[in-house]
C-alpha cells in the first residue's frame, strides 16, 4: 500500500510551457484534491474529485485543469505555465469512515518553479 | 467568509509544554483537525477532535477546543526536538465542503 504518490518531485519551467503532475492513490478513496501551498499562505484548494469522471473547482482553479478517468489517478494539468504558479502541489486523497472523522493522506509534494 | 487564524511561530525548550493555538470562524464545523508537517513533506493528520467535545487526549497530544469563542488549542507535552514542525489547524467549512486550513504555526524546540 504505497497511499499517495505524485509525480515529480520538482520540476523547473519556462513561462508558457505545459505540464502534467501526476498524483495516484492505491487506497480506492473517491475523494481527491489538488492544493497549493505557499509561504504565508497556508494550503489552498486548487481543484477536487469526488469520484471518477466527476472534478470541481476549489478556491484557485484558474490555469490548472484536473480530470479523473480513473479512481486510483488524479493528474492536474497547467495549461500555460507563470511565474505566479512557482509553489509547492500537494495532492491529497480522503477516508470517509461510517460515524467517524474524515481523514486526508497527503503526497510528498511537487516543487514547482516558473522562471 | 471561512477563516482559520493562527500564530505563525513558536519557540519552546526540549521538555517544556508547548500550546498552538487556532481561531475559526465557522461554528458549523463537525470536525476539527491538527495537522503536521515536517520539512520536506506532506501533511500528516495528528489528532482531530469532535465539535460536541471539549478535550481529547492522546499519549502527549491535548486538543481543548471552546465553541463559544471558537478557539481550539494544541498541547505538546515534553516536547522533544523531533516535534519542530508546522503544525495546521484546520475546519470543513468551504463552500466546496473542503478543508480550510490555518497559515501554519511554525514550533521549533531547542534542546
Known amino acids: 500500500n504505497a497511499g499517495v504518490t505524485q509525480t515529480p518531485k520538482f520540476q523547473v519551467l519556462k513561462t508558457g510551457q505545459s505540464m502534467t503532475l501526476q498524483c495516484a492513490q492505491d487506497?480506492?478513496?473517491?475523494?481527491m484534491s489538488w492544493y497549493r501551498q505557499d509561504p504565508g499562505m497556508g494550503l489552498r484548494l486548487i481543484h477536487y474529485?469526488?469520484?471518477?469522471?466527476?472534478?470541481d473547482q476549489g478556491e484557485v482553479p484558474n490555469g490548472y485543469n484536473v480530470s479523473r478517468s480513473t479512481t486510483e489517478d488524479f493528474p492536474l494539468r497547467l495549461l500555460s505555465a507563470a511565474p505566479s504558479q512557482t509553489s509547492v502541489y500537494f495532492c491529497?486523497?480522503?477516508?470517509?469512515?461510517?460515524?467517524?472523522?474524515?481523514?486526508?493522506?497527503f503526497g510528498p509534494g511537487t516543487r514547482l518553479l516558473v522562471l | 467568509g471561512e477563516d482559520v487564524e493562527q500564530s505563525l511561530f513558536l519557540s519552546v525548550r526540549e521538555g517544556d509544554s508547548s500550546v498552538i493555538n487556532c481561531t475559526y470562524t465557522?461554528?458549523?464545523?463537525?470536525?476539527l483537525y491538527w495537522y503536521k508537517q515536517e520539512p520536506g513533506a506532506g501533511l500528516q493528520l495528528l489528532t482531530y477532535i469532535f465539535s460536541n467535545m471539549d478535550m481529547k487526549q492522546d499519549q502527549r497530544l491535548t486538543v481543548l477546543l471552546n465553541k463559544k469563542d471558537k478557539h481550539l488549542s494544541l498541547r505538546i507535552a515534553d516536547t522533544q526536538t523531533g516535534d519542530s514542525a508546522i503544525y495546521f489547524c484546520a475546519e470543513r467549512g468551504g463552500s466546496q465542503g473542503n478543508l480550510i486550513f490555518g497559515k501554519g504555526t511554525k514550533l521549533s524546540v531547542k534542546p
Open positions: 491529497a486523497s480522503t477516508y470517509f469512515p461510517r460515524g467517524g472523522a474524515e481523514t486526508q493522506y
Open positions: 487506497m480506492n478513496h473517491e475523494y
Open positions: 474529485s469526488v469520484g471518477a469522471g466527476i472534478t
Open positions: 465557522d461554528s458549523s464545523s463537525t470536525y
